[in-house]
């Protein structure tokens, strides 16, 4: 790159922190067009930078023309450049459905959703672990602020907790990250990389230990899963889909570079423990999607189930690349689907007036594209081909059969059809025909633009399926 | 022992401290705290370890730095929604 004032890396920080930015100074409710302008700007130099790094090979970027150990770094390799894209890709149709779904008043949601994609994507780009623990707390203070946003006693109290999770875990995450600077005077990835042999010093070991049990439970990982239903759950719909879609896999993704990268001689020893938690988390989080009343709710506790599907992917990485592409290939189809159900499930709450499975009957009738649009996503979080969610479930039941260890298959055909069960319930009521029950919350008209967002989200995620391909080239380059 | 050493050894202590009261307590206010107690253990742990030889290293002290700029912005925040709460649950 010639020109460092040209290079897509920062500019892909930078810009969601001007809209964001631009829309507190204008008040209240104001800068949803602005967002939509940087959001369309934000996916342009995504696609410019996935091209680039197919092309020519992982990038990095000095920031400021300080680079490290002095100055920060910014590293774009595949799987960085895949979590851009998913990231990019989800927020701007969530910014079209959220002009319309905060019609009534959006508060501070422009400036905070800027300041979230700001943050995650520094998040993506980090190569030390330093700046890795800063844009997590920005990720963290963006979300809580977001997840109380309406200002309801039970948006508040879910905030709340959501923040001290969210600090404490990263408290955990600091001191790991204190411990291993003490030890190797370095936080940067590459440099840690040869460093930590497969016999490091104790300090060494509880610094693993500390950072991953930070991460986990930041990715909800069952059993730290207690705080993401009722925040998730909780939350405005458009700001559920962002923190299921997006805010989740940034740990995750962590969680997988320091898996991949440094600590790789370290992580083998716990994946089959991630594993056997992935599983549990799967069962459990459909079992009480499958029991819960209330739609965001349902929706929120196949959050829990789908990530448990994310570390399943673990126990299969030392082998070869096949449980790596498994595993992103679910980060971004469940990404995909999830931003559209919380969508779908915003319509269905807005047109029956009512936030339970029960008053669903007849929505069919009234909100035809969402109900539509709810079932592709459901495709993909059952697994039905051509979707992304078939591709990462035939992709991890394959690495699986490879290595002998038929178990997973076993687990993974076993969560898709408990999520067909949880789909169907929303559907099966949705189509009941018979008189609507009497709507508790004022029925707002659903605009068009809602309910075509939340299609593309959903044709997106079952679209994917059919780009795996292109996603293999991406995740091949800079990747050990 | 070293006076680096004494200080990361403080600083562990503090964290467990503060570890054990974000979770064992019941109050906002108190956890808020508790967390504080945490973060200031962290911090003394890299200032302490990162002492080599006597001479003190500059890059762990801007880190930490840093991290007292996100502690505050986080506690500030932790406030303003244990207030809200609070506020809704007097009235």
């Given at each position: 790159?010639?020109?460092?004032?040209?290079?897509?890396?920062?500019?892909?920080?930078?810009?969601?922190?001007?809209?964001?930015?631009?829309?507190?100074?204008?008040?209240?409710?104001?800068?949803?067009?602005?967002?939509?302008?940087?959001?369309?700007?934000?996916?342009?130099?995504?696609?410019?930078?996935?091209?680039?790094?197919?092309?020519?090979?992982?990038?990095?970027?000095?920031?400021?023309?300080?680079?490290?150990?002095?100055?920060?770094?910014?590293?774009?390799?595949?799987?960085?450049?895949?979590?851009?894209?998913?990231?990019?890709?989800?927020a701007l149709p969530q910014a079209v459905y959220a002009r319309a779904y905060f019609a009534q008043g959006a508060g501070q949601f422009w400036p905070l959703a800027g300041f979230l994609l700001a943050a995650l994507n520094a998040l993506f780009l980090s190569a030390d672990l330093f700046n890795i623990y800063v844009t997590l707390e920005l990720v963290s203070l963006a979300a809580v602020g977001l997840v109380a946003?309406?200002?309801?006693?039970?948006?508040?109290?879910?905030?709340?907790?959501?923040?001290?999770?969210?600090?404490?875990?990263?408290?955990?995450?600091?001191?790991?990250?204190?411990?291993?600077?003490?030890?190797?005077?370095?936080?940067?990835?590459?440099?840690?990389?040869?460093?930590?042999?497969?016999?490091?010093?104790?300090?060494?070991?509880?610094?693993?230990?500390?950072?991953?049990?930070?991460?986990?439970?930041?990715?909800?990982?069952?059993?730290?899963?207690?705080?993401?239903?009722?925040?998730?759950?909780?939350?405005?719909?458009?700001?559920?889909?962002?923190?299921?879609?997006?805010?989740?896999?940034?740990?995750?993704?962590?969680?997988?570079?320091?898996?991949?990268?440094?600590?790789?001689?370290?992580?083998?020893?716990?994946?089959?423990?991630?594993?056997?938690?992935?599983?549990?988390?799967?069962?459990?989080?459909?079992?009480?999607?499958?029991?819960?009343?209330?739609?965001?709710?349902?929706?929120?506790?196949?959050?829990?189930?789908?990530?448990?599907?994310?570390?399943?992917?673990?126990?299969?990485?030392?082998?070869?690349?096949?449980?790596?592409?498994?595993?992103?290939?679910?980060?971004?189809?469940?990404?995909?689907?999830?931003?559209?159900?919380?969508?779908?499930?915003?319509?269905?709450?807005?047109?029956?007036?009512?936030?339970?499975?029960?008053?669903?009957?007849?929505?069919?009738?009234?909100?035809?594209?969402?109900?539509?649009?709810?079932?592709?996503?459901?495709?993909?979080?059952?697994?039905?081909?051509?979707?992304?969610?078939?591709?990462?479930?035939?992709?991890?039941?394959?690495?699986?059969?490879?290595?002998?260890?038929?178990?997973?298959?076993?687990?993974?055909?076993?969560?898709?059809?408990?999520?067909?069960?949880?789909?169907?319930?929303?559907?099966?009521?949705?189509?009941?025909?018979?008189?609507?029950?009497?709507?508790?919350?004022?029925?707002?008209?659903?605009?068009?633009?809602?309910?075509?967002?939340?299609?593309?989200?959903?044709?997106?995620?079952?679209?994917?399926?059919?780009?795996?391909?292109?996603?293999?080239?991406?995740?091949?380059?800079?990747?050990? | 022992?070293?006076?680096?050493?004494?200080?990361?050894?403080?600083?562990?202590?503090?964290?467990?401290?503060?570890?054990?009261?974000?979770?064992?307590?019941?109050?906002?206010?108190?956890?808020?705290?508790?967390?504080?107690?945490?973060?200031?253990?962290?911090?003394?742990?890299?200032?302490?370890?990162?002492?080599?030889?006597?001479?003190?290293?500059?890059?762990?002290?801007?880190?930490?730095?840093?991290?007292?700029?996100?502690?505050?912005?986080?506690?500030?925040?932790?406030?303003?929604?244990?207030?809200?709460?609070?506020?809704?649950?007097?009235?």
């Amino acid at each position: 790159m010639p020109d460092p004032f040209l290079d897509p890396l920062p500019w892909l920080i930078l810009l969601p922190l001007a809209w964001g930015a631009l829309a507190f100074v204008a008040g209240p409710g104001r800068g949803g067009g602005l967002a939509l302008v940087g959001l369309t700007g934000q996916l342009g130099l995504a696609l410019v930078l996935a091209v680039q790094v197919v092309e020519s090979g992982a990038r990095s970027h000095a920031v400021g023309g300080w680079g490290a150990p002095l100055g920060i770094d910014l590293l774009a390799d595949g799987l960085a450049v895949a979590m851009l894209l998913l990231t990019q890709v989800v927020a701007l149709p969530q910014a079209v459905y959220a002009r319309a779904y905060f019609a009534q008043g959006a508060g501070q949601f422009w400036p905070l959703a800027g300041f979230l994609l700001a943050a995650l994507n520094a998040l993506f780009l980090s190569a030390d672990l330093f700046n890795i623990y800063v844009t997590l707390e920005l990720v963290s203070l963006a979300a809580v602020g977001l997840v109380a946003l309406g200002g309801k006693p039970g948006q508040v109290a879910a905030a709340l907790r959501y923040l001290l999770v969210s600090l404490t875990t990263s408290g955990a995450y600091l001191m790991g990250v204190a411990l291993i600077y003490g030890v190797y005077g370095t936080v940067s990835l590459a440099t840690l990389a040869p460093l930590v042999t497969h016999q490091p010093p104790l300090a060494v070991w509880l610094a693993v230990g500390l950072m991953g049990l930070g991460l986990l439970a930041k990715t909800a990982l069952f059993p730290f899963h207690f705080w993401l239903p009722p925040a998730h759950g909780g939350a405005a719909a458009p700001v559920s889909a962002l923190l299921s879609a997006l805010v989740v896999k940034a740990s995750f993704y962590l969680l997988l570079r320091l898996a991949l990268g440094p600590f790789v001689s370290l992580a083998a020893e716990a994946a089959l423990l991630l594993g056997m938690l992935g599983a549990v988390a799967i069962l459990w989080g459909s079992w009480q999607a499958l029991r819960t009343v209330h739609i965001k709710m349902l929706v929120a506790w196949s959050t829990v189930a789908q990530l448990g599907y994310l570390f399943l992917a673990f126990p299969l990485l030392a082998a070869d690349g096949l449980a790596l592409q498994a595993g992103v290939m679910q980060a971004l189809a469940h990404g995909l689907a999830k931003a559209a159900m919380f969508a779908a499930a915003g319509v269905l709450m807005l047109a029956t007036g009512r936030d339970t499975l029960a008053g669903l009957a007849g929505a069919a009738g009234r909100v035809p594209l969402t109900l539509f649009a709810f079932a592709l996503a459901g495709i993909t979080l059952m697994g039905l081909p051509p979707s992304g969610g078939f591709l990462a479930k035939w992709l991890l039941i394959d690495a699986a059969l490879h290595q002998g260890q038929v178990g997973w298959v076993v687990v993974v055909i076993g969560g898709g059809l408990l999520a067909a069960g949880y789909v169907f319930r929303v559907l099966r009521q949705a189509f009941l025909h018979g008189p609507p029950e009497a709507p508790i919350q004022p029925v707002h008209p659903v605009s068009r633009s809602m309910e075509w967002a939340t299609f593309l989200l959903a044709a997106a995620s079952v679209l994917l399926g059919l780009r795996g391909v292109e996603l293999v080239a991406l995740l091949e380059r800079g990747m050990p | 022992m070293t006076p680096g050493l004494i200080f990361a050894l403080a600083g562990v202590g503090l964290f467990v401290l503060g570890l054990g009261g974000v979770i064992l307590l019941a109050q906002s206010l108190r956890r808020i705290l508790a967390f504080n107690l945490m973060g200031s253990g962290v911090f003394l742990v890299l200032v302490g370890l990162a002492q080599r030889d006597g001479n003190p290293d500059p890059v762990p002290q801007a880190m930490v730095l840093t991290g007292i700029v996100v502690a505050v912005a986080a506690t500030a925040l932790a406030l303003a929604l244990a207030r809200q709460f609070g506020d809704r649950e007097d009235a």
